[in-house]
Every structure is written in structure tokens, then in C-alpha cells.
């Protein structure tokens, strides 16, 4: 490629230092809010459109002219049109050589064309260098220039020269360039601004299907069965009872799902004995959603600890206290004071606390704004250390809330276990797998394995 074939000078500028000349193709509001945000950056702006006299308005100071003029007086253009009107340009195409196009569309859907609109461009023009960008911005971005939020360009493109004239135009324009290698990677840009929140898309899934499930569950265990059985209408349940069960059991099951990955991982490294083959891909899916899994697993902890606060101020709880208090007096008896009982209820609630404060901590730490601010020793140290301490902490005090449920015939109605037994198999199996791998021997070789050692078959 010839990279002298791309000059940024404006032509036959060579005496006087003259503000620069874009060209911008169509009058779209894409391409007009692009064009007046470069005549506020020092740019000049000519328009090409297929009917250059009835356009609308265009910002004060440019003029729109015939798509072959407006090629003529510039060497970089954007290309603000859709796809499906490309076709003409290759009528244009021996006066686009050598000229840079940016290419900043998009479609309304994924997968729409067999090739990425980009690579289409540049099929249609082998001759011009064609650049894809921009496309992640809206009008408004545009005309307002770069916020916080909005301050990166994606770019790419097969010549790095013409990547530079852009990356030079996009920086005076105030905007970050994040280059994303050749031509190829234009189908991921373009896919960009139809994403919607994929990678929240799995752990959202699995906490509507675990709430559904348990909600489910415990509907029948506890608002069927006593109906059917005892005759008792105990539907009011649902709305505080049933709902504090809920979500502390999906919030525990998610917490160990976080942990879950690492261990398989851990485990097929260590079965493998070697570092350097790939893991499957679910368990790349599943360790990519961790922070999201984790962020909807402190969601439902704080739901829970909302809806714990509200437990004495609960009609059904005060009533039931009088009750207890009244019976006593009606009957001249008073109830023991439990030691047991008051160690085991502090015990599982100050465990309680102790595990979503670090919870927290865990969640702030998974914020970029912090984690930016971490060394990676330090972020792992929070996520991995007191990562299993929080699930830990959380599995304990469910463990301490069960006390001698589980040896209580009565509590397994219709010979289904208690909801909380169910919550704590995950979180147990991770416990347990963890501990083997802190045994000095396992993770003597497990350190080895991820500083690259590899074990070698006997032939
Ligand atoms: C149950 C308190 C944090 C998981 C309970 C119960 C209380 C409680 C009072 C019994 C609820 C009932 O009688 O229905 C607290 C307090 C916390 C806390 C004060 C901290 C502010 C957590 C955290 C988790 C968790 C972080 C882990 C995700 C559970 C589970 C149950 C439970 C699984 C059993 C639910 C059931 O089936 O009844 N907690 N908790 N708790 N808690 Fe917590």
C-alpha cells in the first residue's frame, strides 16, 4: 500500500495555513451533527448529497454539493449514509483511490448482512482506505461533544496511516481512540451499539430461575401444606416470610456460583497438569459473569437484610409475642430463659452481619472506579481471600439458623427438606473443594502448574 496516497494536507493548501477541509457524505442528522461539531473544532465542512439543493438545513458555513465535487476538495470523508444506499458510491469509486473513508454506520440488527457494512465499503472501493468508527456514538454525543461517559472512538482499519488521520481528527474533536486492529474487528464494532447488557444476560437468567424455583418450592412447603394439612390460611406469608427466604437462599447459591468456576478450574489444572490448555468454553462463559453473578447475589443479600430489619415491626411477629406473653400470664408459668438458644440466634445473626459487611466490600472492590485503583494483588487478595471468607461467613450462618432442623422429622413436610438445607449444597461443595486445595500438597503442585510447569505423561 502505498501510504503516500494519504495526505491530510488539504489540497493546494501548500502556501497559506488554511483550516482544514472534511468532507462529510449525507445530511443525515448523523452527518450533520458530526459536521458542526468539526467546524466548532477548527475543521471546514463540505457536504456531498445526492440532491445538494433540497437538503434542509446544514450548520452555518458549509455548503452540500454533488458527492463527486465534494471528493474532489477533501481526502477524508465520512461516510454518514446507510448501507443499503452504498451501491452508487461505486460509481464514485476512480475519484475515491487513495482517499480516506470513515465508515460509521450501523444496522438495526445483528447478523443482517453476510459481511460487516465496513468490509462491504471497502469491497464496493478497493481503492480508497477505509476506516470504521465513530459508529458507537449517537447524534447528540456528537453534537455535544465528549462527556465522561462518552469519551472513547473505536476505530479500525487495514492502513495505519488512514487510522492515524482519524485518530488525529477524533482527538481534536476531544475524543479518546481506542484502536481495534484491522479491518475485521469492524463486525464487532458494529455489533457494539446493539449490545444489550450481555454479559448480565446469564446470572440474570439464573436469578429469575432460582427465585421462580424457590418462591415455587416454598409455596407449597409452606402455604399449600398447611392449608391442606391444618386447615390454616397462612397466605399472608408470601408477601415478608416467604420472601426473606427467598432471597438470601438465592443470594447464597449465587455467591457459590461465583466460587464454583474457579475451583473446577483450579481442579482441571491440576488433572490436566498443565496450565496451558484451554479451559471449555462454558467454564470461560461462566468465569466471565462472575462480577455480575456477584452484584446480583449482593442485590438479594441486601434484600434480605432490609427485609430482616422490618421482622419486629411485622404485625404477625408482634401478635404472636403478645400471645406467648399472654399465654404465660394466663397460665402463671414462666419461660426459661435458653442459653443455647440466645448463643445460637446471636451467633447466626452477628455471622450474618459479619458476611454481608464484607460482602460490600466485596462489591465496592468490583467497581472499576476502585478495582482501577488496586494492584492486581491487592484486587485478588478482596476477591479471592475474602471472597471465600464472605462465602464462608454466609454458609455458616445459615448453618447456625438450621441448628437441629435437620434432625426434626417435622420439619421435612411432604418428605421435602427445608428451602435453606437445599441453599447450602452449593455453597458446602465449594467450601469443601477449597479446603483440598489449600492442603499443602495440592497446592504445592497447583502453584507449580500455574508458574508454567507441566506434568510430563511416562511414554
Ligand atoms: C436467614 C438475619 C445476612 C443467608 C436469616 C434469618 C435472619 C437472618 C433473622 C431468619 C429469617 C427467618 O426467620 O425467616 C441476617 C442478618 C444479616 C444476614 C441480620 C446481615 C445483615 C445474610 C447473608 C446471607 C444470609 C449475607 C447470605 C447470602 C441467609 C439464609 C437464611 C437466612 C440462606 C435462611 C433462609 C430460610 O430458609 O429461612 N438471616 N442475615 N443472611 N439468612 Fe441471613
Given at each position: 500500500v502505498n501510504s503516500e496516497s494519504v495526505s491530510l494536507c488539504p489540497l493546494n493548501t501548500a502556501a497559506a495555513p488554511e483550516q482544514e477541509l472534511l468532507c462529510i457524505f449525507g445530511t443525515g442528522d448523523l452527518g450533520r451533527s458530526l459536521g458542526q461539531r468539526l467546524l466548532q473544532c477548527g475543521y471546514r465542512v463540505v457536504y456531498g448529497s445526492?440532491?445538494?439543493?433540497?437538503?434542509?438545513?446544514?450548520?452555518?458555513?458549509?455548503?452540500?454539493?454533488?458527492?463527486?465535487?465534494?471528493?474532489?476538495?477533501?481526502?477524508?470523508?465520512?461516510?454518514?449514509?446507510?448501507?443499503?444506499?452504498?451501491?452508487?458510491?461505486?460509481?464514485l469509486a476512480p475519484q475515491l483511490n487513495g482517499k480516506v473513508l470513515v465508515d460509521v454506520s450501523n444496522n438495526l440488527k445483528k447478523n443482517l448482512y453476510p459481511e460487516a457494512n465496513a468490509e462491504y465499503l471497502q469491497r464496493l472501493i478497493p481503492g480508497a482506505h477505509v476506516v470504521k468508527g465513530f459508529n458507537t456514538l449517537s447524534a447528540w454525543a456528537l453534537q455535544n461533544g465528549p462527556s465522561d461517559s462518552n469519551r472513547q472512538v473505536y476505530l479500525c482499519g487495514n492502513m495505519a496511516e488512514a487510522k492515524q488521520a482519524v485518530t488525529e481528527t477524533a482527538t481534536k474533536l476531544g475524543f479518546t481512540v481506542v484502536d481495534r486492529g484491522s479491518?475485521?474487528?469492524?463486525?464487532?464494532?458494529?455489533?457494539?451499539?446493539?449490545?444489550?447488557?450481555?454479559?448480565?444476560?446469564?446470572?440474570?437468567?439464573?436469578?429469575?430461575g432460582l427465585t421462580a424455583a424457590f418462591f415455587f418450592y416454598l409455596i407449597i412447603r409452606d402455604i399449600v401444606y398447611a392449608y391442606v394439612v391444618q386447615g390454616k390460611d397462612v397466605s399472608f406469608r408470601i408477601m415478608v416470610s416467604l420472601a426473606n427466604k427467598v432471597f438470601p437462599i438465592v443470594s447464597l447459591i449465587m455467591l457459590s456460583l461465583c466460587y464454583l468456576p474457579g475451583v473446577i478450574a483450579a481442579f482441571l489444572q491440576l488433572y490436566r497438569g498443565t496450565k496451558y490448555k484451554r479451559f471449555p468454553d462454558w467454564l470461560d462463559r461462566w468465569m466471565l459473569c462472575r462480577?455480575?453473578?456477584?452484584?446480583?447475589?449482593?442485590?438479594?443479600?441486601?434484600?434480605?437484610?432490609?427485609?430482616?430489619?422490618?421482622?419486629?415491626?411485622?404485625?404477625?411477629?408482634?401478635?404472636?409475642?403478645?400471645?406467648?406473653?399472654?399465654?404465660?400470664?394466663?397460665e402463671n408459668i414462666t419461660y426459661k430463659f435458653d442459653t443455647t438458644m440466645a448463643w445460637r440466634t446471636d451467633s447466626y445473626y452477628s455471622v450474618g452481619i459479619l458476611g454481608f459487611g464484607l460482602y460490600i466490600l466485596l462489591g465496592i472492590s468490583s467497581l472499576p472506579s476502585v478495582s482501577n485503583v488496586l494492584s492486581w494483588r491487592e484486587f485478588s487478595f478482596i476477591q479471592s481471600k475474602l471472597g471465600y471468607l464472605t462465602l464462608f461467613f454466609c454458609t455458616f450462618h445459615t448453618y447456625l439458623y438450621g441448628w437441629?432442623?435437620?434432625?426434626?422429622?417435622?420439619?421435612?413436610?411432604?418428605?421435602?427438606?427445608?428451602?435453606?438445607?437445599?441453599?447450602?449444597?452449593?455453597?458446602?461443595?465449594?467450601?469443601?473443594?477449597?479446603?483440598?486445595?489449600?492442603?499443602?500438597?495440592?497446592?504445592?503442585?497447583?502453584t507449580r502448574i500455574r508458574q508454567g510447569w507441566e506434568k510430563t505423561d511416562p511414554e
Open positions: 445526492r440532491r445538494p439543493h433540497s437538503c434542509g438545513p446544514l450548520p452555518p458555513g458549509t455548503q452540500a454539493v454533488s458527492h463527486g465535487a465534494a471528493t474532489q476538495s477533501a481526502n477524508l470523508i465520512f461516510v454518514c449514509i446507510h448501507r443499503q444506499n452504498y451501491d452508487f458510491l461505486q460509481t479491518l475485521s474487528a469492524a463486525r464487532e464494532l458494529e455489533d457494539f451499539p446493539l449490545q444489550l447488557f450481555p454479559e448480565w444476560r446469564l446470572p440474570l437468567r439464573l436469578a429469575v462480577k455480575q453473578l456477584g452484584l446480583l447475589a449482593l442485590a438479594f443479600a441486601s434484600l434480605h437484610a432490609m427485609y430482616t430489619l422490618i421482622i419486629p415491626i411485622r404485625y404477625y411477629v408482634r401478635h404472636r409475642i403478645s400471645e406467648i406473653t399472654i399465654s404465660q400470664i394466663r437441629s432442623m435437620f434432625l426434626k422429622p417435622s420439619y421435612y413436610k411432604w418428605y421435602t427438606p427445608p428451602a435453606y438445607m437445599l441453599s447450602l449444597v452449593v455453597p458446602s461443595v465449594v467450601l469443601v473443594l477449597k479446603l483440598l486445595l489449600l492442603l499443602p500438597c495440592v497446592d504445592r503442585t497447583l
